[in-house]
């Protein structure tokens, strides 16, 4: 029989203490429905323990956990030739872009609101809009005023690695126990194509030199970190020509030096950026070609693939940006932290995630017994929680899923225009949706109507809504199965 449904959406949507303590409640039972360990097999307890929370580093955990950025650190050492730092477009989604600039005390206001009001909340990062560690007085005020106020959160850091071997000592002492590195080449010839000049030392770098610095400096930075266990993952820009091919080497480099992760994102370039390969018509690569790299990367260092490469001001689950709502004229003066509504939808979740892994394990055995060759590729609309809970309307992305005899993937995501507006199918965004889910089989949403549905029909995709509020890879496997004429598993969402 089916164990009750866990609405997140009701704990998230929740707006008192007593309603998401009844929330959870009524929902025990679906969780003592499972037995199993909330633990994957593949990582040390103590690694498990760091990453559960933390939406970049455990992609099951970004169902469910929420980041915000808080901009205190504008200064930068290096300049790269795809960014420019720009302050005032709220408009734009790509790292180092951001609306408004914070102190630390500031910063800590915003964080304590969006505490208050986003029980998601796990992780506070801080991603520029320049260096983290070159702006490091800031960076360092910020962490520690958010540490005494909220101990839970796990603090976490994004730098460039210039000036990251300077503060190890202090990121360990403060507990900081993420740390991102941006490594786009190990080759200061890749480089010096990256990188017109470095600020180091009191002085200014260019050319090689400026790279050879910066290469030497990422590596002892890795391997520092590594050596007082604080997890690094590495984000590496892929740039088609520039470093694409060069990208198989820095892989090996970093899984070398002990990087807990890889995360090659797509070059963002646009003219309307006014970045210097914007202006200089340098491409970023196609969905297919960062996917087809990010295949060959397999068996290297493990591989994040549900990057959304937020602004350095984002708030909110990955893959939505809430930043609008917490802008500090909308933040009183006064705010005080009220631990409640987190600690309660950490409880919820806690229950929920052992009942999603059992669901997930069954789904997976009933794929492999397929015994089909074949794969199939699906494209979720997903509000969070692992289940398919947004109408194919309101998507304004689709986790991508590949399933097969080895299992079921997350393999990506594809932003879209949102086609449903106000009641009213916008025409063009439909379009442009169809064009984005090339590829794909078959469409899984809560609810679609008629014409969007015939529309991907004429385009060779399947759309349903049979599985809506059931966990993805049930729906999935059901799917699978059905396509392979074994018998499909009873839903158990
Ligand atoms: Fe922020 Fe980065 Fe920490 Fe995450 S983001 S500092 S590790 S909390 Fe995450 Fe955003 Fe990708 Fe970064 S989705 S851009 S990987
Ligand atoms: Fe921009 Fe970050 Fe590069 Fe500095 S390190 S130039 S902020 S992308």
């Not at 979740?349 to 794969?375: F, P, Q």
Request: charged share 25%; glycine share 8%; hydrophobic share 35%.
């Amino acid at each position: 029989m089916s164990p009750p449904m866990i609405s997140l959406k009701s704990l998230t949507s929740t707006t008192t203490m007593n309603q998401l303590l009844a929330t959870a409640k009524s929902t025990a039972c679906a969780a003592s429905s499972c037995g199993s360990s909330a633990k994957p097999h593949d990582v040390e307890p103590a690694v498990w323990e760091k990453i559960k929370d933390h939406p970049c580093y455990s992609e099951e955990a970004h169902h469910y956990f929420a980041r915000m950025h808080v901009a205190v650190a504008p200064a930068c050492n290096i300049q790269c030739n795809y960014c420019n730092r720009k302050y005032d477009c709220a408009n734009e989604s790509r790292p180092g872009v951001v609306s408004e600039k914070l102190t630390p005390d500031q910063a800590l206001r915003k964080v304590v609101a969006v505490a208050n009001e986003v029980p998601q909340l796990s992780v506070l990062g801080i991603a520029g809009p320049g260096d983290a560690c070159y702006d490091w007085k800031k960076t360092k005020a910020t962490f520690e005023r958010v540490a005494r106020e909220i101990p839970d959160i796990k603090l976490c850091l994004s730098t460039n690695g210039l000036a990251l071997p300077d503060h190890v000592g202090e990121l360990a002492d403060m507990n900081v126990d993420h740390v991102t590195i941006t490594i786009n080449m190990v080759d200061p010839r890749v480089g010096a194509k990256i990188y017109p000049w470095i600020f180091h030392d009191h002085r200014r770098f260019t050319g090689l030199e400026a790279a050879r610095i910066l290469h030497e400096r990422q590596m002892l930075g890795l391997e520092m970190l590594t050596a007082r266990g604080i997890l690094t993952k590495v984000n590496s820009v892929m740039i088609p020509g520039v470093n694409d091919e060069h990208l198989l080497e820095v892989n090996r480099w970093v899984k070398d030096r002990g990087a807990f992760l890889h995360n090659v994102m797509p070059l963002i370039s646009d003219p309307a950026h006014g970045t210097h390969y914007g202006l200089t018509g340098q491409r970023g690569p196609r969905a297919t070609e960062l996917k087809a790299l990010q295949d060959r990367l397999d068996g290297g260092a493990k591989l994040m693939r549900h990057c959304r490469q937020c602004r350095a001001d984002a708030v909110g689950l990955l893959g939505e940006d809430r930043g609008g709502e917490f802008t500090l004229d909308q933040i009183p003066d006064e705010v005080s932290y009220d631990a409640s509504k987190r600690e309660a939808y950490r409880e919820v979740v806690a229950r929920e995630r052992d009942d999603h892994l059992a669901a997930k394990k069954e789904a997976i055995g009933m794929i492999k017994a397929a015994g089909s060759n074949g794969s199939l590729h699906f494209a979720v609309a997903t509000k969070g929680g692992g289940r398919i809970n947004e109408h194919f309307g309101h998507a304004k992305e689709f986790q991508i899923y590949e399933a097969s005899a080895s299992g079921i993937n997350f393999v990506g995501h594809r932003k879209v225009e949102q086609y449903c507006r106000g009641g009213w199918g916008e025409e063009h965004a439909l379009e442009t949706a169809i064009a984005a889910l090339e590829g794909i089989d078959i469409v899984l949403c809560a609810k679609i109507g008629d014409c969007p549905k015939d529309q991907l029909r004429d385009a060779g995709i399947r759309a349903i809504d049979d599985y809506g509020y059931d966990y993805i890879e049930t729906a999935i496997s059901a799917l699978y199965a059905e396509e392979s004429g074994a018998e499909p598993l009873t839903a158990t969402a």
